[in-house]
């Protein structure tokens, strides 16, 4: 069993930044893969980013350039680097552990409860 919990969230103007954080408890946090997802209204949650046990990682095309995912394993903790926010990023951001396999995509298995980013323009 894997517990998470995001901090960070919040209202940025556009252009704006926030780092999320994500911490996890319960498991052996070194070798999960870990995963930032997010859910807009009316929209299907989608992977944002993610990152393997040895750091390997993977963005979603609306992001690239712009977030950075990272994680801190004496601190059990995963962070999304957020800049140059756009409007279009609001959303309910979801951390997620799992697995990271080399083909096929990260796959989740343990969610946070999830915080809100807002950006406005």
């Known amino acids: 069993q894997v517990q998470l919990v995001e901090s960070g969230g919040g209202l940025v103007q556009a252009g704006g930044s926030l780092r999320l954080s994500c911490a996890a408890s319960?498991?052996?946090?070194?070798?999960?893969?870990m995963g930032w997802y997010r859910q807009s209204p009316g929209n299907q949650r989608e992977l944002v980013a993610a990152?393997?046990?040895?750091?390997?990682?993977n963005y979603a095309d609306s992001v690239k350039g712009r977030f950075t995912i990272s994680r801190d394993n004496a601190k059990n903790t995963v962070y999304l680097q957020m800049n140059s926010l756009k409007p279009e990023d609001t959303a309910v951001y979801y951390c997620?552990?799992?697995?990271?396999?080399?083909?096929?995509?990260?796959?989740?298995?343990?969610w946070g409860q999830g915080i809100q980013v807002t950006v406005s323009s």
């Open positions: 997620s552990a799992g697995s990271f396999p080399l083909v096929g995509g990260f796959l989740p298995g343990y």
């Open positions: 319960g498991s052996t946090f070194s070798s999960n893969a």
């Open positions: 990152i393997s046990s040895r750091g390997r990682t």
